[in-house]
């Protein structure tokens, strides 16, 4: 027998055995799946924030296939016509439900709050906040290392070099909340889009008295209650010296926001005021 | 609160005063007497392999970083690229050819170091990489050693085998163990001065740089094995001592198994990886087609260093051994 | 004769005892003290006073909150002005009671005068009872409430007291000094808590740099049994309860949750032992302490006996002021101390001692690459591996961290101030403990 064919053989024959073990592997061990789940998980943007709940796009694409409607699923990183695309796949009507975003409750800037001490340890607000209130008076506010910059999967949210504060970038944040989670003052808190995607809040966690906030950092709320009495809804709550507006009660009215002293209250996506002697700045002075 | 600007670092607020560019200037320090013995005995020619060596290693890592990684600090300054271009010349004939060097170095500087991120991130020995890269581009001159003695000459020097590649065929015209320790015998520029690179070790332990486990169980293992071998047959095997004294055994066992990235993190992981070194020294030099087996004993157990790291853990203080 | 040590890691920094040889002075009485209401591990104490209450020195002002809190007592007479909240060494804003300083009137209960008393009559229970309700909790700085450890669990059996006097910490020398201005009452302390624990020997552990306490203490315990003065050689963190543990008897404490009392030692620093004489015999709550005011440039270096709740910046003052250079300020040693964020900060149970570093010693330097030099974990007195923590916590694998035993870590520091490229170790390391 000549080499070649005795090598040919060998070959072949262990070639026709192992294809022949890995047929039947693969039909005793195949997993039905069900289809949808890898159409679903195609639209998905694969960035496994965990804003949906389940855990990561295939968790959440699996809960969509499984589930009998659409209650309750909503990837906050899609836009509404994906979760169409999606509600079409599973054959569910969408469901509605309102898209969020991060909302960065501190004005502490550089100007803002000037930095008493420095701190040199590494770029990172967890390590930071571990035994120190951070450079300024405020021990509430923005460490400024921006470990929710690194958090975020779809570069929503950046550092502001002049403020030292980060910014939500309202277009691509889609309210996953990862960036809340990973801030170790809490100071971001995921918010509805209302109409005409309009937001007020307390832009401060200062939970000091108020001449201590004060002296501290120039818009922080010191717990003056001036907003609780002008608001006609009741959506603000005054708590250890520090104002809450309720997102569910707040009618948008902006009273507060002018009564405001410290202008720790932010408006977004207001248009502008019609009456100019009005405005906080002349009222203030 | 009073503005002070205090720092508010945690603790330790105080550092024993150690950097990584003390560290690589006391090994430059420690190279320093094979350096001086490596210039009386090859002359010329070892200082300007050295020079060129070590300038292509720093112009190498300069442009790397500056212009391929964008690296706003470069990391010349820590001196690491500096021992790797000694440590390259250290294990090259003082007459090879000026554009090999150059290859070698960025070989040793591009592949073995910066593509992993720079200092400590290789996994391997980058002169040790780049001295491996040129035995296999340029098998011929890497492997044609200069008579010492030769003060002027450079490419033209007049070479002739090593003890090394003598061993086996004509052991009787082995050179003395005094010229071997002196390192009055052919080889590459570095290795062959046993004396100098002993002086070299004992500066490392006098600074802390190094500890003794590394080179000291790579000797044993050599020692002990060869020497089996040689009580076995010493027509065919050529006795310890001289496998201690020839070769890179001496450079590579102090200079390169040591090197702090490359290698173990416990002292038992040390202790292993030398026995490695040193087993696989012997089994490259007795039974392999290379005369001299270092360099690769060294570069395949660079390999494990990650698993000897897994396997040899600190023992975790009140834990209970079983 | 080779001394005794522990056998794991360590290091050796340069000790800088500038105040070795200064006795201890009184401090002045601040005009104004503030005594914050977490002094201590566990819950913050509950005031019992309110704004306009007059005090005394050694009127308790905060109760106990649960088995695990310290009560807190006034160490000056005057006027509860506020109860507000300070920025304390932790550098966090918590709450604490303003007193306004008038006169210097004691309660009655405390007995002023010098006696040294001997005999102890007083049962177990009623000691225990005595040092809860005077606040006392461990002096070198972790303040674990006192009467805690006198209750070890029923399981354990206790055979050794180990009077920490090692003082391993540079700089620090108020422990040294305690020992060499009150030697008799320590000794007098150590017999009590011999006598609460049911133990029959103690071994006071102190390192070879103080041969001038060893020698004193050797002399005083000569005629008392059961009482051995062990020099140790220098080495730190010498003074960590599982070292010391390790070095005087040779246990080794396993893995937490497990206690020293395991092992059947409790550890006991000797100003916690002082200051149990003090509360048993004196009936004097815990409202002064030594307080090393030392560092580089600070031109009179001392030891001060200071009333609790004293601003730090006075203490300066009093050893010649903050030198131009200052750039932090330290409460405790440079190897466990805590940054201070300004002068208003008060003492407190657990601050041994003020450090003022300079610029060039307080930056940290340029972090480097890891070059895997293995100093770390040679250094590491736990047996831990401080390079693989400190990346494990920087890439946000805490399972990792956690698998390699960071809960054992005693942040004593040797790894990063080792650190040739001078990672921030010890700050990951931290993140990764309080990341369950």
């Known amino acids: 027998m000549s080499p070649i064919f005795t090598s040919v053989l060998v070959l072949g024959i262990t070639g026709l055995v192992l294809g022949l073990v890995l047929f039947s592997v693969a039909r005793k061990f195949h997993v039905e799946e069900n289809p949808k789940v890898k159409q679903i998980e195609e639209l998905l943007p694969g960035a496994n924030c965990g804003g949906c709940g389940y855990p990561g796009c295939a968790g959440f694409a699996q809960a969509c296939a499984d589930s009998s409607?659409?209650?309750?699923?909503?990837?906050?990183?899609?836009?509404?016509?994906?979760?169409?695309?999606?509600?079409?796949?599973?054959?569910?009507?969408?469901?509605?439900?309102?898209?969020?975003?991060?909302?960065?409750?501190?004005?502490?800037?550089?100007?803002?709050?000037?930095?008493?001490?420095?701190?040199?340890?590494?770029?990172?607000?967890a390590v930071a906040a571990l035994q120190n209130g951070g450079e300024t008076g405020c021990s509430y506010g923005c460490l400024g290392s921006g470990d929710c910059v690194k958090a975020c999967s779809f570069n929503a949210i950046r550092m502001n070099p002049e403020t030292g504060l980060p910014?939500?970038?309202?277009?691509?944040?889609?309210?996953?909340?990862?960036?809340?989670?990973?801030?170790?003052?809490?100071?971001?808190?995921?918010?509805?889009?209302?109409?005409?995607?309009?937001?007020?809040?307390?832009?401060?966690?200062?939970?000091?008295?108020g001449p201590v906030a004060k002296a501290a950092c120039s818009v922080a709320c010191i717990g003056c209650g001036k907003c609780v009495s002008a608001c006609a809804f009741d959506a603000i709550t005054l708590e250890d010296n520090l104002a809450y507006i309720n997102p569910d009660k707040c009618r948008l009215?902006?009273?507060?926001?002018?009564?405001?002293?410290?202008?720790?209250?932010?408006?977004?996506?207001?248009?502008?005021?019609?009456?100019?002697?009005?405005?906080?700045?002349?009222?203030?002075? | 609160m009073m503005s002070q600007n205090l720092f508010i670092s945690t603790s330790p607020h105080i550092h024993c005063g150690d950097s990584v560019e003390r560290n690589m200037h006391l090994v430059i320090l420690a190279?320093?007497?094979?350096?001086?013995?490596?210039?009386?005995?090859?002359?010329?020619?070892?200082?300007?392999?050295?020079?060129?060596?070590?300038a292509s290693c720093l112009l190498f890592e300069w442009l790397i970083s500056k212009w391929l990684l964008k690296r706003e600090r470069c990391t010349i300054g820590d001196g690491s690229a500096i021992i790797t271009g000694i440590l390259l010349a250290f294990n090259l004939p003082s007459n090879i050819p000026l554009f090999q060097i150059v290859m070698g170095s960025l070989f040793a500087i591009g592949v073995g170091k910066m593509v992993f991120g720079g200092l400590g991130n290789n996994p391997f020995n980058p002169a040790l990489v780049g001295r491996v890269f040129m035995l296999i581009s340029f098998p011929s001159r890497m492997t044609s050693w200069p008579v010492p003695h030769q003060m002027l000459a450079y490419t033209d020097a007049v070479t002739a085998a090593t003890p090394l590649g003598l061993v086996g065929y004509q052991n009787d015209s082995l050179p003395s163990y005094m010229d071997m320790f002196l390192g009055n015998t052919g080889g590459s520029l570095g290795e062959t001065c046993a004396l100098a690179l002993l002086i070299g070790f004992v500066i490392l332990l006098a600074f802390r740089v190094i500890t003794w486990h590394i080179p000291v169980t790579i000797m044993l293992t050599v020692a002990v094995l060869t020497g089996a071998m040689w009580l076995v047959n010493p027509e065919v095997y050529a006795d310890p001592l001289t496998h201690l004294l020839s070769g890179g055994l001496m450079l590579g066992s102090i200079f390169m198994a040591t090197d702090y990235v490359t290698s173990p993190m416990t002292r038992k992981g040390m202790v292993w990886y030398g026995i490695g070194i040193g087993f696989l020294t012997v089994v490259i030099r007795l039974f392999g087609s290379y005369p001299e087996g270092m360099s690769f004993a060294i570069l395949i157990m660079n390999a494990i260093v990650p698993l000897i790291n897994n396997w040899c853990r600190p023992k975790h203080f009140g834990e209970v051994v079983k | 004769m080779s001394l005794r040590t522990f056998s794991t890691g360590g290091i050796h920094p340069k000790s800088n005892k500038l105040t070795a040889s200064g006795a201890i002075e009184p401090a002045r009485l601040p005009s104004q003290a503030v005594f914050p209401l977490s002094q201590h591990i566990g819950a913050p104490a509950v005031p019992c006073v309110s704004k306009g209450d007059r005090v005394r020195v050694g009127t308790q002002i905060a109760k106990a909150d649960g088995p695990m809190s310290a009560s807190v007592h006034s160490?000056?007479?005057?006027?509860?002005?506020?109860?507000?909240?300070?920025?304390?060494?932790?550098?966090?804003?918590?709450?604490?009671?303003?007193?306004?300083?008038?006169?210097?009137?004691?309660?009655?209960?405390?007995?002023?005068?010098?006696?040294?008393?001997?005999?102890?009559?007083?049962?177990?229970?009623?000691?225990?009872?005595?040092i809860r309700e005077c606040g006392i909790v461990g002096m070198?700085?972790?303040?674990?409430?006192?009467?805690?450890?006198?209750?070890?669990?029923?399981?354990?059996?206790?055979?050794?007291?180990?009077?920490?006097?090692?003082?391993c910490e540079p700089y620090l020398t108020a422990d040294h000094r305690l020992i060499l201005e009150y030697p008799d009452q320590i000794i007098v302390g150590v017999r009590i808590l011999m006598k609460t624990l049911g133990v029959e020997r103690a071994v006071i552990g102190i390192e070879e740099n103080k041969p001038d306490a060893i020698e004193l203490?050797?002399?005083?315990?000569?005629?008392?049994?059961?009482?051995?003065?062990?020099?140790?050689?220098?080495?730190?963190?010498?003074?960590?309860?599982?070292?010391?543990?390790?070095?005087?008897?040779?246990?080794?404490?396993?893995?937490?949750?497990?206690?020293?009392?395991?092992?059947?030692?409790?550890?006991?620093?000797?100003?916690?032992?002082?200051?149990?004489?003090?509360?048993?015999?004196?009936?004097?709550?815990?409202?002064?302490?030594?307080?090393?005011?030392?560092?580089?440039?600070?031109?009179?270096?001392?030891?001060?006996?200071?009333?609790?709740?004293?601003?730090?910046?006075?203490?300066?003052?009093?050893?010649?002021?903050?030198?131009?250079?200052?750039?932090?300020?330290?409460?405790g040693g440079p190897m466990m101390g805590r940054p201070l964020l300004g002068t208003d900060v008060p003492v407190v149970k657990g601050t041994s001692?003020?450090?003022?570093?300079?610029?060039?010693?307080?930056?940290?330097?340029?972090?480097?690459?890891?070059?895997?030099?293995?100093?770390?974990?040679?250094?590491?007195?736990?047996?831990?591996?401080?390079?693989?923590?400190?990346?494990?916590?920087?890439?946000?694998?805490?399972?990792?961290?956690?698998?390699?035993?960071?809960?054992?870590?005693?942040?004593?520091?040797?790894?990063?101030?080792?650190?040739?490229?001078?990672?921030?170790?010890?700050?990951?390391?931290?993140?990764?403990?309080?990341?369950?």
Request: hydrophobic share 35%; net charge positive.
């Open chain 2, 31 to 54: 190279l320093v007497p094979a350096l001086a013995a490596s210039v009386l005995l090859f002359g010329i020619g070892a200082l300007i392999v050295t020079a060129t060596s070590v």
């Open chain 3, 217 to 331: 203490l050797r002399t005083k315990t000569q005629m008392v049994s059961g009482i051995e003065v062990m020099p140790l050689a220098m080495k730190y963190p010498q003074g960590g309860e599982k070292q010391l543990i390790e070095a005087v008897t040779g246990r080794r404490v396993p893995p937490p949750p497990a206690l020293p009392a395991h092992v059947g030692c409790v550890v006991q620093n000797v100003g916690t032992v002082f200051a149990i004489y003090e509360a048993v015999v004196k009936n004097k709550p815990l409202i002064e302490r030594v307080v090393t005011v030392t560092g580089e440039g600070v031109s009179r270096p001392c030891n001060l006996k200071v009333r609790m709740g004293t601003p730090v910046g006075q203490l300066i003052e009093q050893a010649g002021g903050m030198p131009e250079n200052t750039a932090k300020i330290v409460s």
């Open chain 3, 140 to 167: 070198g700085g972790a303040c674990f409430p006192t009467h805690v450890k006198l209750c070890p669990p029923q399981e354990c059996r206790i055979d050794t007291l180990i009077v920490n006097a090692v003082e």
């Open chain 3, 75 to 130: 160490s000056v007479s005057g006027t509860v002005s506020k109860i507000d909240s300070i920025v304390d060494a932790s550098g966090l804003r918590r709450p604490a009671v303003f007193i306004d300083v008038e006169g210097d009137e004691w309660e009655p209960s405390i007995d002023r005068s010098d006696n040294l008393v001997i005999n102890v009559t007083m049962s177990n229970e009623k000691i225990i009872e005595r």
């Open chain 1, 69 to 125: 409607s659409m209650e309750g699923l909503k990837c906050t990183a899609c836009k509404d016509e994906v979760m169409r695309r999606i509600a079409e796949i599973t054959g569910h009507e969408i469901a509605e439900s309102a898209s969020r975003v991060a909302v960065v409750r501190c004005s502490g800037s550089c100007a803002n709050r000037p930095s008493v001490n420095r701190y040199d340890g590494p770029r990172s607000c």
């Open chain 1, 253 to 285: 009215c902006r009273k507060c926001e002018s009564e405001c002293p410290q202008h720790s209250i932010i408006a977004v996506n207001f248009p502008p005021r019609r009456d100019e002697s009005s405005s906080p700045i002349e009222q203030n002075s």
């Open chain 1, 167 to 209: 910014e939500v970038d309202q277009e691509k944040c889609g309210g996953c909340g990862a960036c809340a989670r990973e801030c170790p003052k809490n100071i971001i808190e995921i918010r509805n889009r209302n109409k005409a995607d309009r937001r007020i809040y307390v832009s401060c966690m200062n939970r000091d008295r």
């Open chain 3, 353 to 436: 001692g003020i450090l003022l570093l300079s610029e060039k010693t307080a930056a940290r330097k340029e972090e480097r690459n890891c070059i895997r030099c293995a100093k770390c974990v040679s250094v590491c007195p736990m047996g831990l591996e401080p390079y693989k923590l400190a990346t494990a916590a920087e890439l946000g694998r805490w399972e990792v961290a956690r698998e390699s035993w960071v809960m054992s870590c005693i942040e004593c520091g040797c790894c990063q101030s080792t650190c040739p490229s001078h990672r921030p170790l010890l700050d990951w390391i931290r993140l990764s403990k309080k990341k369950k």
